[in-house]
């Protein structure tokens, strides 16, 4: 019940507070100091013990922390066992073996906040087994990990500066739902790693076979990340929503399992993929903004699923999506425009493409090469140079989708192009009236494309009215305007001379002047590949 008040005394040995209520006033700790009970506050001292830890904090005790230099420590600076109130604030916490542990604490009685957290070999805060704490306002900076919460820990990580960890500045391995809220974390190796086993955190503890905890990851800012913002492996399940992720290298990659909700992030500038999904992920993307990248907006390869939709992609250099190597995702309703590609499906790519909306494209809307298998349906493609691409070998279904004004061609396929397309139509206004014109693609077309000119086959509708289109031609000729030509494509069994006369007549138009064709025409071509350039 009594306080007593200990002012500028050195302690060689290890102290022990059993019971009294104590104040220590700059006053500096050579040994261990262990509180077993009573409450006590610790002000603008110095702990630097080399041999074991600098205080340790058991239960019933509490205490006050509070700027303090806490150095040299063979073991932790701090470490909390107790579910009394603890707070750690403006502390100078460096060069110790670890920062803060707390390994039993409650995160509305236990507080760390506003400290400078540096140097320190493992991880500058570590919560694990039941602890749980708010971590508020700390700068964590300058060592191997930053903050790790791992096994049962819950807490509360809000308005923190993580930076120049060697790899990674959070790490979350939970069976609980720790919150990770409004931090900046900025030139990490990895930002924020999500993982079911124990592949990044620090310590030798045995992999825990399965967790369900799904941290939430919200508003918090990531840029110059040289590894990934985010990482999710190993069967991780996080709800990442409403980040900022840019100027680093990857954005997210979910690998190895990983799964969970990534939501309404907006994900831009980065050297890599937005997103990156492999290796049996299945995580749901949904209403992100992803754009401006130097490379694709989300690969997905190795074998993933997952769920991609409703989301807006616009000016990443190669493509919005490229799904390859055997994944599988559902890609739906999502908005792509000024892309080089929409979509690239390439190498055993699969999955189902449905309902987006695809415009603005300078090479091809969707690009299906070889041994890509995709199901296409319902997606309106428009205003871009090709609309879509089927390469040699290539495989799947185009079905139910909609055309409108692609410069080069609504339907490109490539000799030996195995694509089934059915049901697709060309969108065109007449006296400010919608209307649609079936586009027919003839399996001939798909398996004899070689007996058509090398250039391209290209011609109105049968019956259509001559009108003038402008028309992106290939290479370096200039823009131009021109007529196309009416051709009635006659029978094989009925050959009519008038009909011969016609045909020739358009196959020497065509010859000389390769850029004459219809928006409604499938083109055929045989020519070199102009839609390969490997992302």
């Excluded at 954005?251 to 999904?277: F, L, T």
């Excluded at 130097?294 to 616009?314: L, T, Y």
Aim: net charge neutral; with cysteine; aromatic share 4%.
């Amino acid at each position: 019940k009594h306080k007593q008040t200990v002012r500028n005394i050195t302690f060689q040995a290890a102290v022990e507070l059993n019971s009294l209520n104590t104040e220590f006033h700059q006053c500096s700790f050579f040994g261990c100091v262990t509180a077993r009970a009573g409450t006590h506050r610790i002000h603008k001292c110095v702990v630097k013990n080399h041999d074991t830890h600098g205080l340790v904090l058991h239960s019933p005790c509490s205490a006050t922390i509070e700027h303090c230099e806490l150095s040299h420590n063979r073991g932790p600076a701090i470490e909390v066992n107790t579910l009394g109130v603890v707070n750690v604030t403006h502390n100078n916490v460096h060069h110790n073996s670890h920062g803060i542990v707390v390994t039993k604490g409650d995160k509305e009685k236990c507080t760390i906040q506003h400290n400078n957290i540096h140097d320190n070999t493992s991880p500058g805060i570590t919560i694990k087994l039941d602890g749980s704490a708010t971590i508020t306002n700390n700068e964590v900076h300058d060592g191997t990990w930053g903050i790790v919460i791992k096994e049962n820990a819950d807490s509360y990580v809000s308005d923190n500066k993580c930076f120049n960890h060697r790899h990674t500045g959070i790490c979350i391995q939970t069976t609980n739902n720790p919150l990770v809220f409004r931090n900046r974390l900025h030139h990490e190796r990895r930002g924020i790693v999500v993982t079911g086993k124990g592949a990044d955190t620090p310590s030798g503890a045995p992999a825990v076979p399965e967790l369900t905890g799904k941290p939430r990851i919200e508003q918090n800012d990531f840029d110059g990340n040289t590894r990934s913002a985010i990482s999710i492996k190993n069967g991780g399940t996080p709800v990442v929503v409403r980040n900022t992720i840019h100027d680093g290298r990857w954005g997210i990659i979910v690998q190895k399992h990983g799964a969970g909700h990534i939501e309404h992030n907006d994900i831009h500038s980065n050297s890599r993929p937005g997103i990156g999904i492999k290796t049996h992920a299945s995580p749901v993307v949904r209403h992100n903004k992803i754009h401006d990248g130097q490379a694709m907006g989300i690969i997905c390869n190795e074998n993933a699923e997952g769920v991609i939709e409703d989301n807006e992609f616009f000016s990443n250099r190669h493509s919005a999506i490229t799904v390859k190597s055997g994944a599988k995702p559902a890609i739906k309703r999502n908005k792509i425009t000024k892309e080089k590609r929409g979509l690239d499906i390439a190498e055993d790519g699969c999955g189902i493409i449905e309902d987006n909306e695809i415009t603005h494209c300078s090479k091809s809307g969707l690009s299906i090469k070889a041994g890509a298998k995709p199901t296409v349906l319902a997606n309106k493609l428009s205003y871009g140079r090709q609309g879509v691409v089927a390469h040699e070998k290539s495989g799947g279904e185009v079905e139910r989708n909609i055309f409108s004004k692609n410069e080069c061609g609504n339907v490109v396929v490539k000799k030996g192009g195995a694509t089934e397309f059915r049901n697709n139509q060309y969108r065109y206004e007449e006296d400010n009236v919608e209307k649609f014109v079936p586009i027919e693609v003839p399996s001939e077309h798909t398996h004899k494309a070689s007996i058509y000119p090398s250039q391209a086959f290209m011609a109105t509708l049968p019956g259509e009215a001559p009108q003038s289109t402008r028309v992106k031609p290939i290479g370096d000729v200039k823009r131009h305007t021109t007529t196309v030509p009416v051709l009635d494509i006659p029978p094989k069994t009925t050959t009519s001379s008038s009909s011969l006369g016609d045909s020739a007549r358009l196959s020497s138009e065509v010859k000389n002047n390769p850029t004459i064709h219809s928006p409604h025409t499938p083109i055929v071509d045989d020519s070199s590949d102009d839609d390969t350039d490997a992302a």
